[in-house]
Protein backbone atom coordinates (compact mmCIF):
# COMPACT_ATOMS: atom_id res chain seq x y z
CA UNK A 1 0.00 0.00 0.00
CA UNK A 2 1.28 3.21 -0.89
CA UNK A 3 0.16 7.09 0.29
CA UNK A 4 -1.08 9.31 -2.65
CA UNK A 5 -1.41 12.90 -1.82
CA UNK A 6 -4.07 14.08 -4.92
CA UNK A 7 -5.09 17.33 -5.54
CA UNK A 8 -7.53 18.99 -7.98
CA UNK A 9 -6.49 23.32 -9.34
CA UNK A 10 -8.73 25.37 -6.75
CA UNK A 11 -11.90 26.58 -8.34
CA UNK A 12 -12.08 30.41 -8.00
CA UNK A 13 -15.12 31.57 -5.29
CA UNK A 14 -16.90 33.64 -7.80
CA UNK A 15 -19.78 31.74 -9.38
CA UNK A 16 -20.65 27.73 -10.44
CA UNK A 17 -17.78 25.97 -12.85
CA UNK A 18 -18.88 24.89 -16.20
CA UNK A 19 -17.85 21.49 -17.96
CA UNK A 20 -14.63 22.48 -19.26
CA UNK A 21 -13.51 23.71 -15.55
CA UNK A 22 -14.60 20.27 -14.24
CA UNK A 23 -12.89 18.02 -16.91
CA UNK A 24 -9.62 20.18 -16.52
CA UNK A 25 -9.07 19.51 -13.05
CA UNK A 26 -11.99 18.05 -10.62
CA UNK A 27 -12.81 15.34 -12.11
CA UNK A 28 -9.83 13.41 -13.49
CA UNK A 29 -8.46 14.28 -9.81
CA UNK A 30 -11.89 11.99 -8.77
CA UNK A 31 -11.40 9.02 -11.47
CA UNK A 32 -7.74 8.75 -10.37
CA UNK A 33 -8.35 8.60 -6.63
CA UNK A 34 -11.51 6.25 -7.23
CA UNK A 35 -8.61 4.17 -8.81
CA UNK A 36 -5.92 4.48 -6.17
CA UNK A 37 -8.38 3.35 -3.46
CA UNK A 38 -9.76 0.55 -5.12
CA UNK A 39 -5.88 -0.31 -5.59
CA UNK A 40 -5.71 -0.55 -2.45
CA UNK A 41 -3.95 2.69 -1.23
CA UNK A 42 -4.24 5.16 1.37
CA UNK A 43 -5.59 8.42 -0.58
CA UNK A 44 -6.05 12.00 0.18
CA UNK A 45 -7.75 13.31 -2.13
CA UNK A 46 -7.45 17.19 -1.00
CA UNK A 47 -9.60 20.60 -2.90
CA UNK A 48 -10.97 23.82 -2.04
CA UNK A 49 -12.14 27.07 -2.91
CA UNK A 50 -9.77 29.86 -3.75
CA UNK A 51 -11.45 32.60 -2.49
CA UNK A 52 -9.07 35.58 -2.28
CA UNK A 53 -7.90 38.49 -4.71
CA UNK A 54 -10.27 40.32 -7.00
CA UNK A 55 -12.51 37.78 -8.81
CA UNK A 56 -14.12 37.32 -5.53
CA UNK A 57 -14.27 40.92 -4.59
CA UNK A 58 -15.78 42.13 -7.93
CA UNK A 59 -18.50 39.31 -7.82
CA UNK A 60 -19.56 40.23 -4.29
CA UNK A 61 -19.88 43.54 -5.62
CA UNK A 62 -21.56 42.45 -8.32
CA UNK A 63 -24.21 40.41 -5.66
CA UNK A 64 -24.00 43.13 -3.49
CA UNK A 65 -22.76 41.18 -0.54
CA UNK A 66 -20.07 41.62 2.00
CA UNK A 67 -17.31 39.72 0.51
CA UNK A 68 -17.10 36.92 3.23
CA UNK A 69 -20.60 36.29 3.10
CA UNK A 70 -20.93 35.74 -0.68
CA UNK A 71 -17.66 33.30 -0.42
CA UNK A 72 -19.55 31.58 2.21
CA UNK A 73 -22.55 31.05 -0.45
CA UNK A 74 -20.48 30.16 -3.26
CA UNK A 75 -18.29 27.47 -1.03
CA UNK A 76 -21.60 25.90 -0.08
CA UNK A 77 -22.55 25.92 -3.81
CA UNK A 78 -19.67 24.61 -4.95
CA UNK A 79 -19.32 22.10 -2.31
CA UNK A 80 -23.23 20.68 -3.30
CA UNK A 81 -22.38 20.86 -6.75
CA UNK A 82 -19.14 18.30 -6.35
CA UNK A 83 -21.01 16.10 -4.43
CA UNK A 84 -23.71 15.81 -6.87
CA UNK A 85 -21.07 14.84 -9.23
CA UNK A 86 -19.97 12.44 -7.20
CA UNK A 87 -16.52 14.08 -6.91
CA UNK A 88 -14.76 11.89 -3.45
CA UNK A 89 -12.58 14.80 -1.80
CA UNK A 90 -11.37 14.09 1.65
CA UNK A 91 -11.79 17.85 1.85
CA UNK A 92 -13.17 20.76 0.32
CA UNK A 93 -11.93 23.41 2.31
CA UNK A 94 -10.94 27.61 2.07
CA UNK A 95 -8.73 29.52 1.21
CA UNK A 96 -10.03 31.71 3.92
CA UNK A 97 -9.58 29.66 6.23
CA UNK A 98 -7.34 30.52 9.44
CA UNK A 99 -5.57 27.27 8.86
CA UNK A 100 -4.56 28.70 5.50
CA UNK A 101 -3.64 32.10 7.18
CA UNK A 102 -1.16 30.79 9.32
CA UNK A 103 0.51 28.80 6.83
CA UNK A 104 0.36 31.59 4.62
CA UNK A 105 2.07 33.67 7.13
CA UNK A 106 4.82 30.65 8.31
CA UNK A 107 5.89 30.42 4.25
CA UNK A 108 5.80 34.52 3.83
CA UNK A 109 8.33 34.43 7.28
CA UNK A 110 10.52 31.74 5.77
CA UNK A 111 10.93 33.51 2.59
CA UNK A 112 11.96 36.43 4.66
CA UNK A 113 13.98 35.14 6.81
CA UNK A 114 16.35 33.06 4.00
CA UNK A 115 16.58 36.58 1.78
CA UNK A 116 13.88 35.63 -0.62
CA UNK A 117 11.95 38.68 0.04
CA UNK A 118 12.47 42.71 -0.62
CA UNK A 119 10.55 45.73 -0.35
CA UNK A 120 10.41 48.03 -3.35
CA UNK A 121 9.07 51.14 -4.65
CA UNK A 122 7.26 50.93 -7.87
CA UNK A 123 4.90 52.28 -9.91
CA UNK A 124 1.57 51.32 -9.50
CA UNK A 125 -2.20 52.18 -11.68
CA UNK A 126 -4.48 54.70 -9.52
CA UNK A 127 -7.77 54.99 -10.50
CA UNK A 128 -8.72 58.35 -10.06
CA UNK A 129 -12.24 57.74 -10.34
CA UNK A 130 -12.18 54.98 -8.16
CA UNK A 131 -9.80 56.81 -5.12
CA UNK A 132 -7.97 53.39 -5.43
CA UNK A 133 -5.03 51.51 -6.22
CA UNK A 134 -5.79 49.13 -8.83
CA UNK A 135 -4.42 45.84 -8.29
CA UNK A 136 -3.86 43.39 -11.42
CA UNK A 137 -6.85 41.82 -12.07
CA UNK A 138 -8.67 45.06 -11.16
CA UNK A 139 -7.28 46.36 -14.37
CA UNK A 140 -8.32 45.13 -18.12
CA UNK A 141 -7.23 45.84 -21.42
CA UNK A 142 -5.27 44.24 -24.57
CA UNK A 143 -2.92 42.15 -24.28
CA UNK A 144 0.68 43.51 -25.91
CA UNK A 145 1.50 39.66 -26.90
CA UNK A 146 -1.57 38.41 -28.47
CA UNK A 147 -4.09 41.13 -28.81
CA UNK A 148 -6.46 39.47 -26.57
CA UNK A 149 -8.75 42.53 -26.01
CA UNK A 150 -10.03 41.35 -21.95
CA UNK A 151 -6.44 40.23 -20.45
CA UNK A 152 -6.16 41.06 -17.10
CA UNK A 153 -3.80 42.65 -15.05
CA UNK A 154 -1.38 39.13 -14.18
CA UNK A 155 -1.96 37.29 -16.83
CA UNK A 156 -3.57 37.11 -20.23
CA UNK A 157 -6.08 34.02 -19.90
CA UNK A 158 -5.47 33.13 -23.58
CA UNK A 159 -2.29 32.90 -24.75
CA UNK A 160 -0.82 32.45 -20.33
CA UNK A 161 1.68 34.97 -20.31
CA UNK A 162 2.40 36.81 -17.06
CA UNK A 163 1.30 40.42 -17.36
CA UNK A 164 1.82 43.26 -15.07
CA UNK A 165 -0.90 45.89 -15.60
CA UNK A 166 1.21 48.61 -16.79
CA UNK A 167 1.53 46.07 -19.67
CA UNK A 168 -1.88 46.34 -21.08
CA UNK A 169 -2.59 48.21 -24.06
CA UNK A 170 -6.10 50.78 -23.28
CA UNK A 171 -6.35 49.56 -19.73
CA UNK A 172 -9.46 50.22 -17.95
CA UNK A 173 -11.12 49.56 -14.50
CA UNK A 174 -12.48 46.52 -13.48
CA UNK A 175 -14.58 48.15 -10.55
CA UNK A 176 -16.02 51.22 -13.00
CA UNK A 177 -14.95 50.92 -16.30
CA UNK A 178 -13.04 54.24 -16.11
CA UNK A 179 -10.00 54.83 -18.52
CA UNK A 180 -8.99 58.18 -15.83
CA UNK A 181 -6.02 56.22 -14.70
CA UNK A 182 -2.46 57.03 -13.53
CA UNK A 183 0.37 55.64 -12.47
CA UNK A 184 1.49 56.42 -8.84
CA UNK A 185 4.66 54.96 -6.62
CA UNK A 186 3.43 52.09 -3.86
CA UNK A 187 5.68 49.87 -1.86
CA UNK A 188 4.85 46.20 -1.73
CA UNK A 189 7.13 42.93 -1.39
CA UNK A 190 8.59 41.06 -4.16
CA UNK A 191 9.57 36.87 -3.92
CA UNK A 192 13.10 36.69 -5.57
CA UNK A 193 12.30 34.15 -7.56
CA UNK A 194 14.94 35.40 -9.90
CA UNK A 195 17.43 33.84 -7.17
CA UNK A 196 15.21 29.95 -7.37
CA UNK A 197 15.43 30.06 -11.26
CA UNK A 198 18.21 27.87 -11.06
CA UNK A 199 17.23 25.59 -8.55
CA UNK A 200 13.43 25.61 -9.76
CA UNK A 201 15.05 24.30 -13.54
CA UNK A 202 16.85 21.46 -11.64
CA UNK A 203 14.24 20.24 -10.03
CA UNK A 204 12.11 20.76 -13.54
CA UNK A 205 14.58 18.04 -15.78
CA UNK A 206 13.90 15.59 -13.07
CA UNK A 207 10.61 15.17 -14.05
CA UNK A 208 11.16 13.24 -17.17
CA UNK A 209 7.82 11.42 -17.33
CA UNK A 210 5.84 14.70 -17.37
CA UNK A 211 3.44 15.19 -19.89
CA UNK A 212 5.08 17.59 -22.86
CA UNK A 213 2.25 20.04 -22.19
CA UNK A 214 3.03 20.30 -18.52
CA UNK A 215 6.86 21.05 -19.35
CA UNK A 216 6.36 23.13 -22.07
CA UNK A 217 5.10 25.79 -20.16
CA UNK A 218 7.31 25.59 -17.21
CA UNK A 219 10.32 25.50 -19.41
CA UNK A 220 8.85 28.84 -21.18
CA UNK A 221 8.29 30.45 -18.45
CA UNK A 222 11.88 29.74 -17.20
CA UNK A 223 13.57 29.93 -21.12
CA UNK A 224 11.99 33.72 -21.01
CA UNK A 225 14.07 34.35 -17.75
CA UNK A 226 12.21 34.05 -13.91
CA UNK A 227 11.47 37.87 -12.42
CA UNK A 228 11.18 38.69 -9.23
CA UNK A 229 7.17 38.90 -8.46
CA UNK A 230 5.20 41.17 -6.57
CA UNK A 231 3.03 39.56 -3.70
CA UNK A 232 1.58 42.00 -1.80
CA UNK A 233 -1.40 43.73 -2.75
CA UNK A 234 -3.56 47.19 -2.08
CA UNK A 235 -6.60 44.90 -0.81
CA UNK A 236 -8.58 44.38 2.00
CA UNK A 237 -9.95 41.04 1.79
CA UNK A 238 -7.18 38.28 1.59
CA UNK A 239 -4.41 37.38 3.99
CA UNK A 240 -3.02 40.44 6.05
CA UNK A 241 0.24 41.39 5.43
CA UNK A 242 1.80 40.46 9.06
CA UNK A 243 4.53 43.40 8.95
CA UNK A 244 4.83 46.97 10.09
CA UNK A 245 3.82 49.67 7.64
CA UNK A 246 1.74 47.51 5.75
CA UNK A 247 -1.64 47.72 7.42
CA UNK A 248 -4.30 47.62 4.59
CA UNK A 249 -2.23 44.85 2.22
CA UNK A 250 -2.98 41.34 1.82
CA UNK A 251 -0.80 38.45 0.06
CA UNK A 252 -1.26 38.29 -3.42
CA UNK A 253 -4.08 35.64 -4.50
CA UNK A 254 -1.52 33.51 -6.20
CA UNK A 255 0.95 33.33 -3.21
CA UNK A 256 -1.87 32.48 -0.69
CA UNK A 257 -3.87 29.76 -2.91
CA UNK A 258 -1.54 27.05 -3.36
CA UNK A 259 -0.30 26.82 0.43
CA UNK A 260 -4.39 26.32 0.63
CA UNK A 261 -3.65 22.57 -0.28
CA UNK A 262 -1.55 21.93 2.76
CA UNK A 263 -4.26 24.43 4.49
CA UNK A 264 -7.28 22.39 3.45
CA UNK A 265 -5.23 18.87 4.71
CA UNK A 266 -5.17 20.63 8.21
CA UNK A 267 -8.49 21.50 7.73
CA UNK A 268 -9.28 17.96 6.99
CA UNK A 269 -7.18 17.19 10.09
CA UNK A 270 -8.26 19.50 13.03
CA UNK A 271 -11.67 17.75 12.46
CA UNK A 272 -10.66 14.77 14.14
CA UNK A 273 -6.87 15.92 15.31
CA UNK A 274 -6.76 12.61 17.35
CA UNK A 275 -6.53 10.38 14.44
CA UNK A 276 -5.34 12.30 11.40
CA UNK A 277 -1.60 13.98 11.10
CA UNK A 278 -1.87 16.46 8.34
CA UNK A 279 2.14 17.33 8.80
CA UNK A 280 2.86 13.95 7.69
CA UNK A 281 1.33 14.03 4.24
CA UNK A 282 3.37 17.51 3.59
CA UNK A 283 6.60 17.93 5.90
CA UNK A 284 9.63 15.07 5.60
CA UNK A 285 6.57 12.74 3.56
CA UNK A 286 9.19 10.98 1.50
CA UNK A 287 6.81 8.22 1.56
CA UNK A 288 3.99 9.97 -0.24
CA UNK A 289 3.41 10.53 -4.05
CA UNK A 290 1.88 13.62 -5.00
CA UNK A 291 0.16 14.23 -8.08
CA UNK A 292 -1.81 17.29 -9.16
CA UNK A 293 -4.28 18.22 -11.78
CA UNK A 294 -5.04 21.24 -13.59
CA UNK A 295 -5.59 23.45 -16.63
CA UNK A 296 -3.11 24.47 -19.02
CA UNK A 297 -3.62 28.12 -17.36
CA UNK A 298 -2.79 27.32 -14.13
CA UNK A 299 0.89 24.89 -15.05
CA UNK A 300 2.76 28.25 -14.30
CA UNK A 301 2.26 28.58 -10.76
CA UNK A 302 2.31 25.39 -10.39
CA UNK A 303 5.46 24.35 -11.98
CA UNK A 304 7.25 27.42 -11.30
CA UNK A 305 5.48 29.96 -8.66
CA UNK A 306 4.69 27.42 -6.00
CA UNK A 307 8.38 25.30 -6.36
CA UNK A 308 9.75 28.39 -5.16
CA UNK A 309 8.02 29.07 -2.15
CA UNK A 310 8.72 25.53 -1.15
CA UNK A 311 12.12 25.27 -2.16
CA UNK A 312 12.88 28.89 -0.83
CA UNK A 313 11.32 28.26 2.65
CA UNK A 314 14.81 25.64 3.04
CA UNK A 315 11.93 23.56 4.91
CA UNK A 316 11.50 19.66 4.15
CA UNK A 317 7.96 20.46 2.39
CA UNK A 318 6.53 17.94 0.10
CA UNK A 319 7.21 19.01 -3.48
CA UNK A 320 5.02 17.58 -6.30
CA UNK A 321 5.79 14.19 -8.12
CA UNK A 322 3.41 14.64 -11.00
CA UNK A 323 1.51 17.14 -12.72
CA UNK A 324 -1.15 16.52 -14.90
CA UNK A 325 -2.39 19.22 -17.23
CA UNK A 326 -5.33 19.59 -19.38
CA UNK A 327 -6.06 21.77 -22.56
CA UNK A 328 -9.44 23.45 -22.91
CA UNK A 329 -12.76 21.81 -23.25
CA UNK A 330 -14.21 24.29 -25.93
CA UNK A 331 -18.28 24.73 -26.79
CA UNK A 332 -18.15 23.67 -30.73
CA UNK A 333 -15.39 25.18 -30.89
CA UNK A 334 -16.07 28.76 -28.77
CA UNK A 335 -15.72 29.24 -25.08
CA UNK A 336 -17.60 28.53 -22.78
CA UNK A 337 -19.28 31.85 -21.76
CA UNK A 338 -21.33 32.76 -19.11
CA UNK A 339 -22.20 36.06 -19.50
CA UNK A 340 -23.84 35.45 -22.53
CA UNK A 341 -25.25 32.18 -21.56
CA UNK A 342 -23.24 29.92 -23.98
CA UNK A 343 -22.43 26.33 -22.84
CA UNK A 344 -23.13 24.07 -20.08
CA UNK A 345 -22.58 24.71 -16.01
CA UNK A 346 -22.26 22.11 -13.42
CA UNK A 347 -25.62 23.00 -12.16
CA UNK A 348 -27.61 22.94 -15.35
CA UNK A 349 -25.89 20.07 -15.84
CA UNK A 350 -27.06 17.83 -13.10
CA UNK A 351 -29.98 19.57 -13.51
CA UNK A 352 -30.74 17.75 -16.81
CA UNK A 353 -29.39 14.35 -16.31
CA UNK A 354 -27.66 12.88 -14.04
CA UNK A 355 -23.45 12.82 -12.84
CA UNK A 356 -22.85 9.93 -14.53
CA UNK A 357 -23.51 10.71 -18.42
CA UNK A 358 -21.68 13.54 -18.00
CA UNK A 359 -18.36 12.14 -16.09
CA UNK A 360 -18.19 9.34 -18.67
CA UNK A 361 -18.49 11.97 -21.95
CA UNK A 362 -16.02 14.00 -20.62
CA UNK A 363 -13.37 11.73 -19.68
CA UNK A 364 -14.08 9.96 -22.91
CA UNK A 365 -13.42 13.31 -24.53
CA UNK A 366 -10.89 14.22 -22.17
CA UNK A 367 -8.40 17.28 -23.72
CA UNK A 368 -5.15 15.47 -23.04
CA UNK A 369 -2.86 16.11 -26.55
CA UNK A 370 -5.29 19.09 -27.48
CA UNK A 371 -8.36 20.89 -27.16
CA UNK A 372 -11.74 19.23 -27.26
CA UNK A 373 -15.26 20.06 -28.05
CA UNK A 374 -18.47 19.70 -26.15
CA UNK A 375 -21.62 19.14 -28.79
CA UNK A 376 -24.96 18.03 -28.27
CA UNK A 377 -24.29 15.80 -31.41
CA UNK A 378 -21.16 14.19 -29.75
CA UNK A 379 -22.53 14.07 -25.84
CA UNK A 380 -25.82 12.39 -27.48
CA UNK A 381 -23.58 10.19 -29.33
CA UNK A 382 -21.74 8.68 -26.44
CA UNK A 383 -24.46 8.23 -24.10
CA UNK A 384 -26.61 6.10 -26.40
CA UNK A 385 -23.77 4.25 -28.19
CA UNK A 386 -21.87 3.51 -25.16
CA UNK A 387 -23.76 3.76 -22.29
CA UNK A 388 -27.22 2.98 -23.27
CA UNK A 389 -26.32 0.68 -26.01
CA UNK A 390 -23.09 -1.20 -25.07
CA UNK A 391 -22.96 -1.16 -21.20
CA UNK A 392 -26.11 -0.63 -20.19
CA UNK A 393 -28.28 -2.99 -22.72
CA UNK A 394 -25.55 -5.29 -21.82
CA UNK A 395 -26.75 -5.67 -17.99
CA UNK A 396 -30.05 -5.25 -18.97
CA UNK A 397 -30.54 -8.28 -22.00
CA UNK A 398 -28.52 -10.74 -19.65
CA UNK A 399 -29.72 -10.83 -16.52
CA UNK A 400 -32.93 -10.46 -17.84
CA UNK A 401 -32.46 -12.97 -20.40
CA UNK A 402 -30.96 -15.55 -16.82
CA UNK A 403 -33.91 -14.40 -14.38
CA UNK A 404 -36.47 -15.42 -16.73
CA UNK A 405 -35.10 -18.89 -17.83
CA UNK A 406 -33.26 -20.13 -14.40
CA UNK A 407 -34.95 -17.74 -11.95
CA UNK A 408 -32.49 -14.74 -9.97
CA UNK A 409 -29.77 -16.94 -9.11
CA UNK A 410 -27.03 -17.61 -11.17
CA UNK A 411 -26.96 -21.12 -12.49
CA UNK A 412 -25.24 -24.57 -11.65
CA UNK A 413 -23.62 -26.81 -14.56
CA UNK A 414 -21.25 -27.00 -17.26
CA UNK A 415 -17.59 -25.92 -17.67
CA UNK A 416 -16.04 -23.37 -19.50
CA UNK A 417 -15.33 -24.19 -22.99
CA UNK A 418 -13.03 -22.59 -26.30
CA UNK A 419 -15.29 -19.50 -25.74
CA UNK A 420 -14.85 -18.47 -22.53
CA UNK A 421 -11.17 -19.19 -22.78
CA UNK A 422 -10.63 -16.80 -25.09
CA UNK A 423 -12.99 -14.62 -23.45
CA UNK A 424 -10.65 -14.47 -20.65
CA UNK A 425 -7.61 -14.07 -22.62
CA UNK A 426 -9.32 -11.06 -24.30
CA UNK A 427 -10.82 -9.67 -21.32
CA UNK A 428 -7.32 -10.04 -19.45
CA UNK A 429 -5.33 -8.29 -22.66
CA UNK A 430 -7.68 -5.48 -21.99
CA UNK A 431 -7.82 -5.28 -18.30
CA UNK A 432 -4.11 -5.02 -18.48
CA UNK A 433 -4.31 -2.35 -20.83
CA UNK A 434 -7.04 -0.48 -18.74
CA UNK A 435 -5.14 -0.47 -15.78
CA UNK A 436 -1.76 0.90 -16.94
CA UNK A 437 -3.82 3.55 -18.42
CA UNK A 438 -5.29 4.50 -15.41
CA UNK A 439 -2.11 3.77 -13.57
CA UNK A 440 -0.55 6.78 -16.44
CA UNK A 441 -3.56 8.97 -16.40
CA UNK A 442 -4.45 8.69 -20.01
CA UNK A 443 -8.01 9.14 -18.94
CA UNK A 444 -9.06 9.73 -22.40
CA UNK A 445 -7.41 6.33 -23.65
CA UNK A 446 -8.87 4.44 -20.23
CA UNK A 447 -12.17 5.12 -21.36
CA UNK A 448 -12.38 3.80 -24.82
CA UNK A 449 -10.65 0.79 -23.58
CA UNK A 450 -13.49 0.23 -20.81
CA UNK A 451 -15.55 0.79 -23.60
CA UNK A 452 -13.93 -2.39 -25.35
CA UNK A 453 -14.35 -4.37 -22.75
CA UNK A 454 -17.88 -3.87 -22.43
CA UNK A 455 -17.71 -4.85 -26.09
CA UNK A 456 -15.58 -7.62 -25.76
CA UNK A 457 -18.63 -8.98 -23.52
CA UNK A 458 -21.27 -7.82 -25.77
CA UNK A 459 -19.74 -9.90 -28.99
CA UNK A 460 -19.44 -12.94 -27.18
CA UNK A 461 -22.84 -13.16 -25.59
CA UNK A 462 -23.64 -12.81 -29.48
CA UNK A 463 -21.33 -15.95 -30.46
CA UNK A 464 -22.44 -18.05 -27.55
CA UNK A 465 -26.28 -17.35 -28.35
CA UNK A 466 -27.60 -18.33 -25.03
CA UNK A 467 -31.04 -17.82 -26.58
CA UNK A 468 -30.11 -21.23 -28.54
CA UNK A 469 -28.58 -23.02 -26.20
CA UNK A 470 -31.11 -23.26 -23.50
CA UNK A 471 -33.41 -25.27 -25.93
CA UNK A 472 -30.86 -27.56 -26.84
CA UNK A 473 -27.90 -27.80 -24.28
CA UNK A 474 -29.30 -26.68 -20.59
CA UNK A 475 -25.48 -27.28 -18.98
CA UNK A 476 -23.96 -25.27 -21.75
CA UNK A 477 -26.61 -22.44 -21.12
CA UNK A 478 -25.63 -22.27 -17.81
CA UNK A 479 -22.16 -21.70 -18.48
CA UNK A 480 -22.87 -18.76 -20.82
CA UNK A 481 -25.36 -17.35 -18.40
CA UNK A 482 -23.23 -17.58 -15.30
CA UNK A 483 -20.26 -16.15 -17.24
CA UNK A 484 -22.53 -13.23 -18.34
CA UNK A 485 -23.75 -13.06 -14.83
CA UNK A 486 -19.87 -12.33 -13.89
CA UNK A 487 -19.15 -10.11 -16.82
CA UNK A 488 -21.45 -7.75 -15.79
CA UNK A 489 -19.79 -7.20 -12.12
CA UNK A 490 -16.74 -7.19 -13.71
CA UNK A 491 -17.90 -4.63 -15.76
CA UNK A 492 -19.33 -2.31 -12.93
CA UNK A 493 -16.10 -3.06 -10.70
CA UNK A 494 -14.12 -1.25 -13.50
CA UNK A 495 -16.56 1.54 -14.59
CA UNK A 496 -16.39 2.65 -10.51
CA UNK A 497 -13.92 5.42 -11.44
CA UNK A 498 -15.77 7.00 -13.94
CA UNK A 499 -19.38 6.39 -13.50
CA UNK A 500 -19.42 5.84 -9.89
CA UNK A 501 -22.97 5.47 -9.01
CA UNK A 502 -24.04 3.22 -11.81
CA UNK A 503 -21.27 1.50 -10.80
CA UNK A 504 -22.66 0.61 -7.28
CA UNK A 505 -26.54 0.25 -8.64
CA UNK A 506 -25.01 -2.85 -10.72
CA UNK A 507 -23.08 -4.20 -8.24
CA UNK A 508 -25.84 -3.88 -5.78
CA UNK A 509 -28.12 -5.66 -7.85
CA UNK A 510 -25.62 -9.11 -8.33
CA UNK A 511 -22.70 -8.61 -5.66
CA UNK A 512 -23.55 -10.14 -2.19
CA UNK A 513 -20.24 -7.99 -1.01
CA UNK A 514 -19.60 -5.36 -2.82
CA UNK A 515 -15.75 -5.92 -4.10
CA UNK A 516 -13.81 -3.07 -2.56
CA UNK A 517 -10.69 -3.99 -4.20
CA UNK A 518 -9.45 -3.63 -8.11
CA UNK A 519 -9.41 -6.91 -10.62
CA UNK A 520 -6.18 -7.98 -11.97
CA UNK A 521 -7.23 -11.64 -12.66
CA UNK A 522 -9.92 -12.16 -15.10
CA UNK A 523 -10.50 -15.56 -14.97
CA UNK A 524 -10.85 -15.29 -11.24
CA UNK A 525 -13.11 -12.63 -11.62
CA UNK A 526 -15.52 -14.42 -14.11
CA UNK A 527 -16.06 -16.63 -11.33
CA UNK A 528 -16.53 -14.85 -8.71
CA UNK A 529 -19.99 -15.13 -8.36
CA UNK A 530 -20.77 -18.91 -7.98
CA UNK A 531 -23.87 -21.02 -8.60
CA UNK A 532 -26.55 -19.93 -6.12
CA UNK A 533 -25.36 -16.23 -6.10
CA UNK A 534 -28.42 -14.51 -5.97
CA UNK A 535 -28.96 -10.92 -8.22
CA UNK A 536 -31.63 -8.83 -9.12
CA UNK A 537 -32.52 -6.91 -12.58
CA UNK A 538 -31.64 -2.87 -12.19
CA UNK A 539 -34.45 -0.26 -13.80
CA UNK A 540 -32.47 1.21 -17.29
CA UNK A 541 -29.56 2.26 -16.27
CA UNK A 542 -29.47 5.02 -19.11
CA UNK A 543 -31.95 6.38 -21.09
CA UNK A 544 -31.23 7.11 -24.63
CA UNK A 545 -31.60 10.87 -25.86
CA UNK A 546 -33.34 11.76 -28.64
CA UNK A 547 -33.35 15.06 -31.24
CA UNK A 548 -35.98 16.81 -29.39
CA UNK A 549 -33.34 16.84 -26.77
CA UNK A 550 -30.77 17.75 -28.88
CA UNK A 551 -33.08 20.44 -30.41
CA UNK A 552 -34.19 22.13 -27.14
CA UNK A 553 -31.02 21.73 -24.95
CA UNK A 554 -29.06 23.95 -28.18
CA UNK A 555 -32.41 25.98 -27.51
CA UNK A 556 -31.29 26.91 -24.23
CA UNK A 557 -27.24 26.36 -23.91
CA UNK A 558 -26.81 27.64 -27.35
CA UNK A 559 -25.43 26.03 -30.70
CA UNK A 560 -22.76 26.36 -33.05
CA UNK A 561 -23.27 29.64 -33.80
CA UNK A 562 -23.70 31.02 -30.47
CA UNK A 563 -20.71 29.77 -29.41
CA UNK A 564 -18.54 30.90 -32.84
CA UNK A 565 -19.14 34.60 -31.87
CA UNK A 566 -18.68 33.43 -28.18
Given at each position: ???????S?????N?VK?L???V?????????????????????????T???G????????E??????????????I??????AF?????????S??????????HF???????????E?TT???????????????????????C?????R?D???????????????????AI?????????P???????????A?????W???????P??T???????L?E???D??I???????????????????????????I???G??????????????????????????Y????????????T???????????????L?????????????????S??????????????LLP?????????????????SS????????A?????????????N??????????????????G??D????L?AD???????????????Q??????????????G?A??????P?????S????????????????R????????????????????????????????????L?????GS?????????????????V??????G????????
Open positions: MSRQLITALPYIGHGNLGSMLPADVYARFRRLRGDDVLFVCADEHTPAELAALEGLDVAEYCRQQHAQAALGEDLSWDVFGRSSPQNSDLTQARRLDEQGFIEREQVYSIDDGRFLPDRYIIGTCPHGYPAAGQCENCTRLLDPTDLIEPRSSGSTNLEVRTTHLFLRQSLLGEVRALDTKKNWVLTSIAYKWDGLRRNTRDLDWGVPVDRPGYEGKVWYVWFDAPEYLATKEWADLDPDSRDWKSWWYEADDVTTQFMGKDNVPFHVGFPVTIIGSREPWKVDYIKSFNWLNYYGGKFTSQGVGVFMDDAVEADYWRYFLMANAPESDDFTWEGFAGVNKDLADTFGNFVRCLTFTSRNVGDAVPAGGPGAERTIVQARLDEYTALLEGKFRKATAELRAIWATNYWERAEWKAVKDIDRAAVIQRTGVNLVLFALLAAPIIPATSNTVLAAVAPVVPTRWPDNADAERALEPQFTVPEVLFRKLTDDDIAWMARFGPAEARSA
